[in-house]
């Protein structure tokens, strides 16, 4: 089956900075993909999607990029706060199937 | 708008016990998907019901299954429970209309944490 998998299985940052996530995805037919955060004791919220026919799509305070070359997906933050730390996950959908998720990413917020 | 709901929230069962789990999605969503979350392996895709049929499947064992009413809401049962069946699992909402599939956000309840003893 498909896999989508994280670079950085831990990011650290201080408040403040930018975060950037990353995320690489396995299937060239996905053409829609979603970030999650997911918060300890609760179920993933969703933060942000993209379809792939877009680069890039901006949030508050979240950008999502999709490099369609390289199967590759980020997820930016800006001006990191501690209400922050969670852990990531990425998503992808072909058409008309099923998610796959990544393993996720924790990123921890310093003060 | 009532989120979705997930009941019972924890559950602690043995070795060989069987198990059910509930779900109700956001109103006027039809797609109810069900996911297993472990530390080892992270979020993988159980099935997705829809209009009270299976529309998609992952790679669990038969001891897995599900089902949906007309009201779209969704049970799913494990039985013969094993060790390594200690998990959250996740049920996801979705508006879930085939056109729509590829587009179609899904909210996520807030899991039965299962622990097998």
């Known amino acids: 089956g498909e896999s989508v998998g994280l670079h950085l299985p831990t990011l650290s940052v201080q408040e403040g900075d930018n975060s950037i996530i990353n995320c690489a995805y396995s299937?060239?037919?996905?053409?829609?993909f979603i970030w999650y955060k997911q918060e300890s004791g609760k179920g993933p919220q969703f933060i942000i999607d993209?379809?792939?026919?877009?680069d890039k799509r901006q949030g508050q305070r979240v950008t999502v990029l999709l490099n369609k070359t390289v199967k590759h997906l980020s997820l930016q933050i800006a001006a990191t706060q501690p209400g922050d730390s969670a852990v990531y996950f990425c998503?992808?959908?072909?058409?008309?199937?099923?998610?796959?998720f990544g393993s996720g990413t924790k990123l921890n917020v310093k003060p | 708008k009532a989120g979705v709901t997930q009941t019972p929230r924890y559950l602690i069962k043995t070795r060989g016990q069987q198990v059910t789990l509930s779900c109700s999605p956001i109103?006027?969503?039809?797609?109810v998907s069900w996911y297993q979350q472990t530390p080892g392996q992270g979020l993988q895709f159980l099935f997705e019901?829809?209009?009270?049929?299976?529309?998609n499947k992952g790679n669990f064992p038969g001891r897995f299954s599900g089902r949906q009413f007309s009201n779209s809401r969704s049970e799913m049962n494990v039985s013969t429970l094993e060790l390594g069946d200690s998990a959250l699992y996740l049920c996801?909402?979705?508006?879930?209309?085939?056109?729509?599939?590829?587009?179609?956000?899904?909210?996520f309840g807030p899991g039965t944490r299962l622990t097998v003893l």
């Open positions: 996801a909402s979705s508006l879930g209309g085939r056109a729509l599939w590829a587009y179609n956000e899904q909210f």
């Open positions: 299937n060239s037919a996905s053409d829609y």
């Open positions: 993209i379809r792939s026919n877009m």
């Open positions: 998503a992808e959908s072909p058409p008309f199937n099923k998610f796959y």
């Open positions: 109103s006027g969503h039809r797609s």
């Open positions: 019901y829809f209009s009270e049929t299976q529309r």
